[in-house]
């Protein structure tokens, strides 16, 4: 079974940009989530899509989107990019069971200069 | 909201010894607590998880230890292999019908030949 796959694996942007990210989760899986991770704020928690819908969102402002697609693949969307977006951008997706095991992506490594 | 607090940040072990990482969460609804390794360029891994109806949780070199009442898990990892060496995060969460898991900072575990 093929795992999660994120698009592009590297970025670069200059502030002021927008940039979209994908990801593709394992086949069947309908839940995907998205986090940032940083150096000084480790791991946080952007939104959670689940058949097409926001399910769960976190505390970031509204310049960070999100959608799902009837595939169950996502995108992720940043406007107005600031230098302190530069982060990895990790997707993971998981199933329907009550104790759902999330599976990660390697992530996008996004710079912003 | 949940917050997950984990100690140390970094570690370093001589091959063959034990490592413990220490976790701490304040929301007493939570109860799922995984645990993710990453190694560089990859995603985090689950590597074993625990729910709130089990107070410890065995798998092979690695095991985790829940204290419901005071509010704090560990990982415990014996016969430490140089392979073990990568990030480990803990993380808090409730599960069921959506994803959000909260992560601690994480762990750098480094494992001496």
């Known amino acids: 079974k093929a795992g999660v796959t994120q698009t592009p694996r590297y970025l670069i942007k200059t502030r002021g940009q927008q940039v979209t990210l994908s990801c593709s989760p394992i086949s069947g899986h309908r839940s995907v989530s998205w986090y940032q991770q940083t150096p000084g704020q480790g791991l946080q928690f952007l939104f959670e899509?689940?058949?097409?819908?926001?399910?769960n969102k976190g505390n970031f402002p509204g310049r960070f989107s999100g959608r799902q697609f009837s595939n169950s693949r996502s995108e992720m969307n940043v406007s107005t990019l600031e230098l302190g977006d530069s982060a990895l951008y990790l997707c993971a997706s998981s199933g329907t069971g009550v104790y759902n095991e999330q599976f990660f992506g390697p992530g996008t490594r996004l710079t912003v200069l | 909201g949940e917050n997950v607090e984990q100690h140390p940040s970094t570690l370093s072990v001589q091959e063959g010894d034990s490592a413990v990482i220490k976790c701490t969460y304040s929301d007493s609804a939570s109860n799922y607590f995984p645990w993710y390794k990453q190694e560089l360029g990859k995603g985090p891994q689950l590597i074993i998880d625990?729910?709130?109806?089990?107070g410890e949780k065995k798998d092979q070199r690695i095991a985790v230890t829940l204290n419901k009442t005071a509010k704090h898990f560990s990982l415990h990892i014996t016969e430490t292999q140089p392979e073990d060496s990568a990030v480990y995060f803990c993380?808090?969460?409730?599960?069921?019908?959506?994803?959000?898991?909260?992560f601690g900072t994480g762990t750098k575990l480094q494992v001496i030949p």
């Open positions: 899509y689940f058949s097409e819908t926001q399910r």
């Open positions: 993380a808090a969460g409730v599960s069921g019908g959506y994803q959000k898991v909260t």
């Open positions: 625990i729910r709130s109806n089990v």
